[in-house]
């Protein structure tokens, strides 16, 4: 078998080798999958050490929720993975790129006009995905997200935002797609050092404008009003020498019920964004969760409605809001996300290098339909996405662990500002919130996490008196 696979010509070892890898990875994942759906059908009692972190309700709400994820998960990864093969086998690729020609032909252009048609390609490639796509992210919120109080979304919402996303992404998408492939084009031997600096440039001018210009366009954006709370995050930032300018609150409750924060910018312009769902006082699903008197609760009323929580409140406190942002800050003062970024750019560098060396070999072109002609946009899905798969498993592997170094550093610096206590009671509180299963496999937990589970954080904050 072996030796008959080696008869073939490279160009079929190399289709048939990302085929098997794909699968194997596949495979991986769905056994690590079935691992981790085993913990949640067995583990259906509250674990004794973590009694006095979570409720017997909360908890089997949150197995339940990740089991119905996890089972999601298996079916769509399944999919996708069948769909993925089958367009490599019946050469979907080149049909497409076919396709893009003929729709180019159509305005007057021919083949020597390649941009267009790698443009016209991407356009047919990337409506192809949120087309075959759209009906899991649907099953997704409105069964899934909704069956357990996520989903605060309506239908009409759902598609009008779908339609934006794809729409922003296009202006977004085109353009830069169009910008590297011509600089690649003219840019002669050192075209991947030319090609990595637009897309560093790029990288950074999108970071920049996101949270101002494209955000805003999905969700709404307000200043934190002025009070104790933003008086005392700003003191905190000043502690630190953290430069903050802004905090924004966005509306994060219109879509899910899932909450976060985050902090953007460079140098001496730094933004704080709260979601809605994450301050106690400010979320509008504290108020639409208060019991209504009039509304008296008979036997006909859904099991679904009645188990929903009622009195309790989402989010945190200010002090656990403030113990949550040191820990974000954290990342900042630690060095964590230049050293992301310097990682990111570093890897960049690397890829488009080796990309240099490989666009000359026509056997990976063959290897994938494209026996006429190498056009440059297919040369970069070839490598990036195909060859370079395995070197992306395990990059992505190493970006996890250190990761969860990052989170255990950033929960550290909260700690040592006085705010232990304040994170100890925030991540049980949000991990209630969101229903997250504090129970992992190991070898999961290992492969996916790119945080590090509850009760780790917790013993390494220490211990904490709890009332």
Partial sequence: MIETIFDLPVEKQIFYAVLAFSWAVYLWEAYLAYRQR?????????????GKIIDSETFEKSRLYQL???????????????EGTLILLLGGIPFLWGVAGSVIARFGFGPEYEISQSLAFLTLATLFSALTGLPWSLYNTFVIEEKHGFNQQSLGFFLKDAVKKFAVTQCILLPVTSLLLYIIKIGGDYFFIYAWLFTFAVSLVLVT?????????????????????????EAMAQSISFPLTKVYVVEGSKRSSHSNAYFYGFFKNKRIVLFDTLLEDYSPLNKSGEPQ?????????????????????????????????????????????????????MNSFLC???????????????????????????????IFQFIFSPYNELLSFCLTVLSRRFEFQADAFARGMGKASELYSALIKLNKDNLGFPVADWLFSMWHYSHPPLLERLRALGNVKQD
């Fill in 38 to 50: 085993r913990i949640y059908r067995s583990t259906t009692h509250v674990p004794q050490e973590l």
């Fill in 68 to 82: 119905d994820k996890s089972n999601f998960s298996f079916w769509s990864g399944l999919y996708s993975e069948t």
């Fill in 209 to 233: 404008i996101y949270a101002d210009y494209i955000a805003p366009l999905f969700d709404k954006f307000t200043p934190l009003p002025e009070g104790e709370l933003k008086t005392e995050i």
């Fill in 293 to 345: 008197p009039e509304q008296a609760e008979s036997d006909d009323t859904p099991i679904e409605l009645k188990t929903k929580p009622k009195n309790k409140k989402q989010g945190c406190n200010n002090p656990e809001i403030l113990a949550v942002l040191g820990h974000e800050l954290g990342h900042w003062k630690l060095g964590h996300t230049v050293k992301n970024i310097i990682i990111s750019q």
């Fill in 352 to 382: 488009f290098s080796l990309f240099a060396v490989l666009i000359g070999r026509k056997e990976l072109f063959v290897a994938f339909g494209f026996t006429d002609s190498q056009p440059t946009l297919i040369g970069l899905m070839i």
